[in-house]
């Protein structure tokens, strides 16, 4: 079993698999009374936030505690100018503490990597930087999976701000490890150099959305913060959500099988219009409650069994 | 002054001899020399950096004159150039004047400092590049290294009017809205690691507007740490049409790629940044073809903190001095001619030093290092001389031994040690 | 110490048979006849086989009650991979499936099924599992073969055929269903 989960590209495909199959077991856990598994009792897992993400901070914790697991949340909010400890001085306070597992969410990316290499319990990336997030795209697949019942094969769009997206990266490298084919979707100002030749699977990249739907199986909207238009990565939010945004139009040139993913929080209005986010194609709020599951399902394969 | 019989020695490669050392001089043979045997081992002209970074004043818990000048002894150097990004900067007679007398007392390679193009590195306003020329450093070279003169017209002014005591601008050669935030060099690693890229576009661009504004006002130009294929087409483009420009490529650009950055370890972190295999053969081949003529370190040493963080928050740089001529053997093999050109001759007439890059002939300043080719070290940061260890070699064996060296006939290096 | 569990052994030596095909049959037919006659005629009860062996005997002995009585008994697995106490005495297990009847288990006679009863830590194990996800209003225990070596005090109310084994040896159940096979329980190991 692996030791961390740093980047998606840390689990082959009968991993990624058996994180998927035992999630789903989790997920039965949330129609009982009784919510709560004795598996990591008297394990420590430390919730280490660089950054504030009330949902994903929350989402990691109630999988911990589900699982009985001691959760320490250490909010350790704070620009690398006014930097007070350094993460390797934490990092070293946390060894001392016991930590089986740190969730680590940094604005730096390769944090995770670096914490690594100074404590001995597990790392679980919850976001680094402009890198990866990859229990997103965990919860992702398991999303989809459940929706349409596989992921190889699948089509699957990924539209949006790919350039500043750590969601994208995580979701290109494990569906391409699950065998369903990635289309990057937005303006080519946001989409990384060489991301073809860069990531595994090789996705296909497109500038034209409308030309993508009526194929896609999926299709999984990025935030776009309205602050990149005045670095010039487009003109307008208006000519933004014209070209690349998710209407009621464009949902209609969908598959009738289609689903709509977003990992959140959305700009309804900006990627997404209030009636896609709402729609009976939208897994939006599914994705929050299968992201307890998949985090369970990571904690409990990092952490059950032998160090 | 004691005499010295360098028993045996290879000069260049050439078939072994002895050298005698008498008065700081190259001398004829001398009865009662203390000998040095040499047997295996080749002399060269002592090495000569143009582009190292001391830190004094204002870093002295990273590198200080003193022991960025015993690094460089023991890396085979008689001669550093200093760089100007020091706190306060050396933008003044009176800081590299401080510079220069800090040098000449520690007593290991001769240090000439560099003075700062703009005052502070700010890129506003020529610094007193005329006080600084005529101060007891003697001034020749101006950078704003660390930061490029980004601004046309200020770097115009500031080749042309270096023209009035023979200086040379030397340029870091990266556009800065280019490069906001760039971590590493912008390609698919950078994408694939979700770091900040810094496209090679960004030193082209520069140096192709340098090369235009020198050949306009007829100046000298040198460039830093060249690191991309591209910028090597500009230069000899450039050079073609007899443009006055100098190029420096640094060990770790002959050696290294971006690849390192995947473990993110920010001791792979360096301005400008390690770039693909097919710039590090452009660069190679480059340097063999003297479109770039010389090899420079810039020794960048770093505070332990200032590396073992996360890689966006780490500085920029890597210790060279005591790894060059390893790493340029095992890139360049036993070419003692084309290493004594590119790392000691042409250096020291770039720098106008003109005691160092001899021909080690009789009569010359006695300024050269002995080096056992055979030896293969591997490299241990915790073994440098150097105050700082962000050395990116850690663990890799290299070719070549830096047995000694002497500076004007007095050693600095024997046995592989500094001798003070 | 750490709990062999049947279906994780040595294969390399090929021990002697203990019960055969068609002696399993048998077994099984006696236990679904002891079920009835114990139950009353199994009403209110609920069979829930323990993966991974667990799960075709609670399926064999439903059917056997069928084909017996022509009483549809509900049936159902429960995993207890995570309310295990040597979880850190091995790499992280895979989850079997937890599949509980569709009216539930609450009220009901539960009659837990594994193939081989050990240490009891099994069964302690599916107790807390059992625990979770209702309320019995008994539970009894069905196993295959009892081998002795009880380290909690667990017993079994129907058991198939008792085994006196010693700690080094090991007993493997296969089932047609999981190895392909045919049936066969063989006691393997412990040479000396």
């Given at each position: ?8 590209a ?38 280490l ?17 589900r699982?009985?697991?001691?959760v ?85 769009a ?36 060489d ?76 990627e ?36 | ?44 002209p ?35 150039c200093?760089?100007?990004n020091?706190?306060?900067v ?12 800090l ?17 502070g ?7 007193e ?123 770790h ?82 070419q ?20 160092h ?30 105050r ?33 | ?128 599992a ?63």
């Open positions: 079993m692996i030791k961390h989960l740093r980047s998606a840390d689990l082959d495909a009968a991993t990624a698999t058996l994180i998927l199959d035992t999630a789903g077991e989790m997920a039965t856990l949330a129609g009982r009374e009784v919510k709560k598994l004795p598996t990591l009792r008297g394990r420590t897992v430390v919730n936030f660089y950054e504030d993400s009330t949902r994903t901070r929350i989402s990691f914790e109630a999988a911990a505690k699982l009985s697991a001691d320490i949340n250490f909010s350790a909010k704070g620009s690398s100018v006014s930097k007070g400890e350094s993460l390797k001085d934490t990092a070293l306070t946390l060894q001392a503490m016991g930590a089986d597992a740190v969730v680590i969410r940094h604005p730096a990316s390769g944090a995770p990597h670096r914490l690594a290499s100074w404590v001995d319990g597990s790392v679980v990336n919850a976001g680094d930087g402009t890198h990866e997030h990859p229990t997103q795209a965990l919860l992702d697949a398991y999303t989809m999976r459940s929706r349409l019942g596989r992921i190889d094969g699948l089509n699957v990924i539209v949006g701000d790919v350039l500043h997206s750590r969601v994208a990266r995580s979701n290109v490298l494990l569906l391409a490890t699950l065998g369903a084919k990635v289309t990057l979707v937005g303006p080519p100002t946001l989409i990384p150099v991301i073809v030749a860069a990531m595994a699977g090789g996705p296909k990249v497109s500038y034209d959305l409308d030309s993508v739907l009526p194929d896609a199986d999926v299709v999984m909207m990025l935030r776009v913060q309205t602050e990149r238009m005045q670095d010039s990565y487009f003109p307008s939010a208006r000519e933004y959500s014209r070209r690349y945004g998710l209407d009621v139009p464009r949902m209609r040139k969908l598959p009738s099988h289609a689903i709509v993913m977003h990992p959140g929080p959305m700009n309804r209005g900006m997404i219009a209030p009636e896609v986010a709402d729609s009976s194609r939208s897994t939006i709020v599914e994705q929050v409650a299968n992201g307890v599951s998949a985090r369970m399902a990571v904690l409990y394969l990092l952490l059950g069994g032998k160090a | 002054m004691t005499a010295y019989r360098i028993k045996g020695v290879s000069l260049l490669g050439a078939e072994p001899a002895d050298l005698f050392v008498r008065d700081g001089m190259i001398s004829g043979a001398v009865a009662d020399a203390e000998t040095v045997d040499a047997d295996g081992l080749v002399a060269l002592g090495l000569v950096d143009l582009h190292t970074h001391l830190r004094e004043p204002g870093r002295e818990d990273a590198e200080t004159v003193e022991t960025g000048s015993r690094a460089a002894a023991v890396g085979g150097y008689t001669a550093v200093a760089m100007a020091t706190s306060p050396a933008d003044t007679a009176g800081v590299v004047e401080q510079v220069w007398r040098g000449r007392e520690a007593g290991l390679v001769d240090v000439q400092p560099i003075g700062a193009v703009t005052v590195l700010a890129g506003k306003q020529l610094a590049l005329g006080a600084m020329a005529t101060s007891a450093a003697g001034v020749r070279i101006f950078s704003d290294d660390g930061h490029c003169v980004a601004d046309p017209r200020l770097m115009r002014r500031a080749l042309e009017y270096v023209k009035a005591f023979d200086g040379i601008i030397a340029q870091h050669a990266e556009e800065p809205r280019l490069t906001e935030g760039a971590q590493m060099h912008e390609g698919e690693v950078s994408t694939r690691l979700g770091l900040t890229g810094w496209p090679a576009v960004a030193e082209e661009a520069i140096i192709a507007r340098d090369v235009l504004l020198a050949e306009h006002v007829g100046s000298r130009l040198h460039v830093c740490h060249v690191s991309t294929a591209g910028s090597v087409e500009v230069l000899r483009h450039a050079k073609a049409r007899g443009v006055r420009v100098t190029a420096e490529v640094t060990p650009h002959l050696l290294l790629t971006d690849e390192l950055a995947t473990s993110y370890d920010p001791v792979f972190k360096v301005n400008p940044p390690l770039r693909t295999a097919a710039d590090v053969a452009a660069l190679r081949q480059a340097l063999i073809d003297g479109v770039i003529d010389i090899v420079a370190t810039d020794h960048a040493p770093h505070a332990v903190e200032d590396k073992e963080c996360e890689w966006a928050y780490a500085r920029p740089g890597m210790v060279g001095l005591e790894t060059a001529l390893p790493v340029v053997l095992s890139v360049l093999g036993e003692w001619e084309l290493i004594a050109e590119r790392m000691s001759r042409t250096p020291a007439r770039i720098a106008g030093l003109t005691g890059g001899t021909d080690l002939a009789v009569g010359t300043p006695a300024n050269l290092t002995l080096v056992d080719p055979s030896a293969r070290r591997v490299v241990d940061p915790a073994g440098l001389t150097s700082s260890r962000n050395t990116p070699y850690a663990g890799t064996t290299l070719p070549g031994r830096i047995v000694a060296t002497f500076l004007r006939g007095e050693p600095t290096v024997l046995d592989g040690k500094a001798v003070k | 110490m750490a709990y062999p569990r049947a279906d994780t052994h040595d294969d390399a030596l090929p021990g002697k048979t203990i019960l055969s095909g068609s002696d399993l049959q048998r077994v099984v037919d006696r236990i679904a006849h002891q079920i009835l006659e114990k139950t009353s005629g199994a009403t209110g009860t609920v069979l829930l086989g323990i993966p991974t062996r667990g799960v075709p005997l609670a399926r064999r002995l439903a059917a056997r009650i069928h084909a017996f009585e022509g009483i549809d008994i509900p049936i159902g697995s429960l995993d207890i991979t995570l309310y295990r106490d040597d979880l850190r005495l091995h790499a992280t297990r895979a989850l079997g499936k937890t599949e509980l009847p569709g009216d539930g288990i609450d009220g009901r006679r539960v009659i837990l099924v594994d193939d081989v009863l050990f240490s009891g830590r099994t069964v302690r194990a599916a107790l807390d059992l625990n979770d996800v209702g309320r019995p209003s008994s539970v009894q225990l069905a196993v295959l073969v009892d081998r002795g070596h009880r380290e909690l005090p667990i017993r079994a109310d129907y058991v198939g055929k008792n085994i006196p084994t010693s700690q080094a040896e090991s007993v493997r159940v296969s089932l047609t269903e999981i190895d392909g096979g045919p049936d066969e329980v063989r006691l393997t190991g412990g040479a000396s």
